[in-house]
């Protein structure tokens, strides 16, 4: 799966409203359905399926639930080398487990679902780039 592809992938789920533990293109989706989704239309299938989880799992536990997934399905990359088709990981606060995903559209940009919001390109600013945790990219994807 070429990083481009990703890109045209995430886009394409611009505009779907925020659902918590959703993940239907043009119906409803929350951050992690989102990364399911395009993984969905890249390869045909989840790796996975989630446990149901709260709006606050993060706030309220301490395990590393989304970044062990990350690990266990995706491909780690420096954080520094982020670039199209990367997925994001960010944490909140320092002392919390990550809690939020996104796919970069370039070293800058990135389409992430947050709740209140649909789906939606953004700039990757000082304020996300401080909170960035981790970067990983899919499976067979070429950099």
């Known amino acids: 799966m070429s990083d481009c592809e990703i890109v045209r992938l995430a886009r394409g789920w611009l505009g779907t ?11 409803g989706c929350d ?5 399911r989704g395009v993984w969905r239309e890249a390869y045909g299938f989840e790796p996975e399926t989630p ?21 266990r399905h995706l491909i780690g990359i420096e954080r520094d080398a ?22 970069a559209v370039s070293s800058d940009r990135m389409v992430h679902a947050q709740d209140g ?11 996300w780039h401080r909170r960035l945790s981790h970067a990983f990219r899919f499976p067979e994807c070429e950099r």
């Open 82 to 103: 982020i670039g199209p088709g990367a997925v994001l990981l960010f944490r909140w606060r320092p002392h919390l487990p990550v809690k939020h995903a996104a796919i």
């Open 31 to 35: 951050c992690l359905g989102l990364i």
């Open 51 to 71: 446990p149901p989880y709260a709006p606050d799992w993060a706030e309220a536990g301490t395990e590393e639930v989304l970044l062990t997934a990350a690990r």
């Open 17 to 27: 409203p925020y659902a918590h533990q959703a993940s239907l293109k043009g119906v």
């Open 117 to 127: 919001a649909a789906v939606s390109e953004v700039a990757l600013t000082p304020w």
